[in-house]
């Protein structure tokens, strides 16, 4: 079971629901939701990137937000909610998570989940490298984004709290987190996504870029020899609208 699904087994949604995915990609979360049947998934993002199997569903409705705005939805018209590895991108996401609350009914779940980006663990022949190069990722934002935030899964909590200060109160049913397993290395894996934006994060310095090319090689041979792991830790704190 990888994230997406994970993270909606943590919606526990029911039939006929009427839920939401944050930020949906391509639809991945989307289409984990699906498998519990609900009425409705209002999968919303600033683009429409849907998978076509996933946009074809009649259950789905595509809809282009700007997530540092408002909901394009009625207040308390959710079940539930998901947001994976969005808020991180957020100018606010105290007030992000306030507008979850207007939308969802009382007793609605959103389950607020993120990678923890400094928690990258990749096997290599270069312990040292491998600490720089995890740490240039979780500092130096990318050039496609506006900002970053390499320790947010650590950070969920607290704007979780910080929400009752601004008018909104959630209690928090569940704190869960898991690292999953990734043993391949080949290009469009999980693990060389991320390793390619560590090398991206190294770009402005040649001396590292160069290392890290090379490093990157490196990670190439432990997986063609059946050594190679690369994990994430990913946090999911489950809120409920009382």
């Known amino acids: 079971m990888g994230r997406h699904e994970r993270v909606a087994e943590l919606a526990a949604i029911g039939g006929g629901d009427e839920v939401a ?61 998901t947001s994976l590895n969005v808020v991180e991108h957020l100018a606010d996401p105290v007030a992000h998570l306030l507008d979850c609350h207007r939308v969802l009914r009382p007793g609605g779940r959103l389950v607020l989940a993120h990678s923890d980006w400094d928690t990258a663990l990749f096997t290599s022949t270069d312990d040292g490298l491998t600490r720089t190069l995890v740490d240039r990722f979780v500092d130096v934002v990318p050039r496609w984004a506006e900002r970053t935030d390499g320790f947010m899964g650590r950070k969920l909590l607290a704007l979780a709290d910080a929400c009752a200060s601004r008018g909104a109160v959630f209690d928090t049913d569940s704190v869960d987190a898991w690292a999953d397993p990734h043993r391949r290395f080949d290009d469009g894996s999980v693990a060389w996504k991320v390793a390619m934006g560590m090398l991206a994060a190294a770009r402005d310095d040649a001396d590292l870029a160069a290392r890290a090319a ?25 809120l409920r609208r009382p």
């Open 214 to 238: 090379g490093w990157v090689d490196g990670l190439r041979r432990l997986a063609d020899a059946g050594q190679f792991l690369f994990t994430v830790t990913d946090v999911a704190v489950v």
């Open 21 to 81: 995915d944050l930020g949906c990609g391509v639809g991945r979360t989307v289409r984990a939701l699906l498998r519990a049947d609900p009425e409705v998934v209002h999968a919303i993002d600033h683009v429409s990137d849907l998978d076509d199997d996933v946009l074809a569903d009649p259950r789905v409705r595509s809809r282009i937000a700007d997530l540092d705005s408002e909901l394009p939805l009625p207040s308390e018209s959710l079940d539930a909610a």
